[in-house]
């Protein structure tokens, strides 16, 4: 393999250098615990402080409803798990949609277990969620509503506005799992009536191990992990400073280039997306053609399985993914797919390219022609494509 190309960027992403020049110190040098009353803290203390106001600042929220965790998932849980605690009184019953992370959906599926009632709002055919079917199950016992902010998979990005404004206008908490949008696309929580937000630092070229949850003051969940007075006694632990330091520069770098590396990437992207959709016979684009992430392009491709596909793309050098990095073990079709309508036998033949600044239209050109000889070698051993051919005359 002479070379490597990796377009697997909603799995995980490069650390930028100046975040891991950013961190360094606080393995070494400022290695104090920022919880400890003696100056040599100090230094730590004030770097958790910096991070925090600049993570708050790329959602337009206060520094003091940041909370760090020790990932996506975590904060996902949190948001869930405390709130059903904390307002189980005013009902038990939450609504999200069917195609969630599963950080989201098997915590959701826990809380059923413990009494809860939990509606699963369907999406359209390009992963959107129904907005009058969601409004339409709100209940006097709802007390959360948690919708993704753009989906991990197909990349289609939901109206969190909208979604917003029906849970303010039914009195209703709001958590979105931003995990695959924070600092990629825009997000103001004070205009999008958000009250609780989940984020990854390495989603954004941060380190893994650190998360954020935003929680809007008078939010009243509880404490997700006791054994401290860490994150104002909400979430005990001794803080990952380094981590948490660099979560903030990544942070800082994402948003100071979001407009340049979105539309960079968008060119890219489209190109993608009409070099297979043109050239690649029975291939479909999965998704929101405009309103998905930059980066993102996920496709089917009729008789072919998409495991023997994407360990021919690995063994040309390029790493690709077929739905989620946390379902690659699972040998079942993407539950995103399905919820969107797609058959099991098409599901499975997916592919989700995925990409950053650091993709060249070379990167692009030389995947969509590999894809096409693998497609091709493929389907060459497929009886089903065979008889299909046979039964449509070639076309």
């Given at each position: 393999m002479?070379?490597?190309?990796?377009?697997?960027?909603?799995?995980?992403?490069?650390?930028?250098?100046?975040?891991?020049?950013?961190?360094?110190?606080?393995?070494?040098e400022?290695?104090?615990?920022?919880?400890?009353?003696?100056?040599?803290?100090?230094?730590?203390?004030?770097?958790?402080?910096?991070?925090?106001e600049?993570?708050?600042?790329?959602?337009?929220?206060?520094?003091?409803?940041?909370?760090?965790?020790?990932?996506?998932?975590?904060?996902d849980?949190?948001?869930?798990?405390?709130?059903?605690?904390?307002?189980?009184s005013?009902?038990?019953h939450?609504?999200t949609?069917?195609?969630?992370?599963h950080?989201?959906?098997?915590?959701?599926?826990?809380?059923?277990?413990?009494?809860?009632?939990?509606?699963?709002?369907?999406?359209?055919?390009?992963?959107?969620?129904?907005?009058?079917?969601l409004?339409?199950?709100?209940?006097?016992?709802?007390?959360?509503?948690?919708?993704?902010?753009?989906?991990?998979?197909?990349?289609?990005?939901q109206?969190?506005?909208e979604?917003?404004?029906?849970?303010?206008?039914?009195?209703?908490?709001?958590?979105?799992?931003?995990?695959?949008?924070?600092?990629?696309?825009?997000?103001?929580?004070?205009?999008?009536?958000?009250?609780?937000?989940?984020?990854?630092?390495?989603?954004?070229?941060?380190?893994?191990?650190?998360?954020?949850?935003?929680?809007?003051?008078?939010?009243?969940?509880?404490?997700?992990?006791?054994?401290?007075?860490?994150e104002?006694?909400?979430?005990?632990?001794?803080?990952?400073?380094?981590?948490?330091?660099?979560?903030g520069?990544a942070?800082?770098?994402?948003?100071?280039?979001?407009?340049?590396?979105?539309?960079?990437?968008?060119?890219?992207?489209?190109?993608?997306?009409?070099?297979?959709?043109?050239?690649?016979?029975?291939?479909?684009?999965?998704?929101?053609?405009?309103?998905?992430?930059?980066?993102?392009?996920?496709?089917?491709?009729?008789?072919?399985?998409?495991?023997?596909?994407?360990?021919?793309?690995?063994?040309?050098?390029?790493?690709?993914?077929?739905?989620?990095?946390?379902?690659?073990?699972?040998?079942?079709?993407?539950?995103?797919?399905?919820?969107?309508?797609?058959?099991?036998?098409?599901?499975?033949?997916s592919?989700?390219?995925?990409?950053?600044?650091?993709t060249?239209?070379?990167?692009?050109?030389?995947?969509?022609?590999?894809?096409?000889?693998?497609?091709?070698?493929?389907?060459?051993?497929?009886?089903?494509?065979?008889?299909f051919?046979?039964?449509?005359?070639?076309?």
């Amino acid at each position: 393999m002479s070379k490597m190309i990796y377009l697997d960027n909603a799995a995980t992403t490069q650390v930028y250098p100046e975040v891991v020049d950013t961190m360094l110190p606080y393995f070494t040098e400022h290695y104090g615990n920022p919880s400890a009353i003696y100056s040599f803290a100090g230094e730590a203390e004030k770097a958790v402080a910096k991070a925090r106001e600049t993570i708050a600042s790329a959602i337009g929220a206060k520094s003091d409803e940041i909370y760090f965790t020790g990932g996506g998932s975590e904060s996902d849980n949190w948001a869930l798990k405390a709130t059903a605690e904390a307002y189980a009184s005013k009902g038990k019953h939450i609504i999200t949609t069917a195609i969630e992370h599963h950080a989201i959906l098997h915590t959701a599926q826990w809380l059923e277990k413990q009494g809860f009632e939990v509606t699963y709002v369907g999406v359209d055919e390009n992963g959107t969620v129904k907005l009058d079917e969601l409004e339409a199950a709100i209940r006097p016992d709802t007390i959360l509503i948690s919708v993704m902010a753009a989906n991990n998979e197909i990349g289609t990005i939901q109206p969190l506005k909208e979604i917003g404004a029906i849970a303010r206008k039914h009195g209703v908490l709001f958590h979105t799992d931003a995990v695959q949008a924070f600092a990629h696309i825009p997000i103001n929580v004070d205009d999008m009536n958000i009250d609780m937000l989940s984020a990854s630092g390495h989603k954004i070229g941060g380190p893994k191990g650190i998360g954020v949850m935003y929680i809007r003051k008078g939010v009243k969940i509880l404490s997700f992990i006791h054994g401290g007075a860490q994150e104002r006694h909400r979430r005990a632990g001794t803080h990952n400073v380094p981590g948490i330091v660099g979560m903030g520069k990544a942070t800082e770098i994402a948003v100071r280039d979001m407009e340049k590396n979105n539309e960079y990437e968008t060119t890219l992207r489209d190109h993608l997306i009409e070099r297979v959709l043109t050239e690649i016979p029975y291939s479909r684009l999965n998704g929101e053609r405009e309103k998905r992430l930059p980066n993102n392009a996920n496709f089917c491709f009729r008789f072919i399985e998409g495991e023997s596909m994407l360990i021919l793309l690995d063994q040309a050098g390029i790493c690709a993914s077929s739905g989620s990095a946390c379902t690659s073990g699972s040998l079942d079709p993407s539950h995103v797919l399905l919820a969107i309508g797609l058959p099991h036998e098409i599901a499975h033949g997916s592919l989700r390219l995925t990409l950053s600044e650091k993709t060249t239209l070379e990167d692009i050109d030389y995947t969509v022609d590999t894809l096409k000889a693998i497609i091709e070698r493929l389907r060459g051993m497929s009886p089903l494509y065979e008889d299909f051919v046979r039964k449509n005359g070639g076309k």
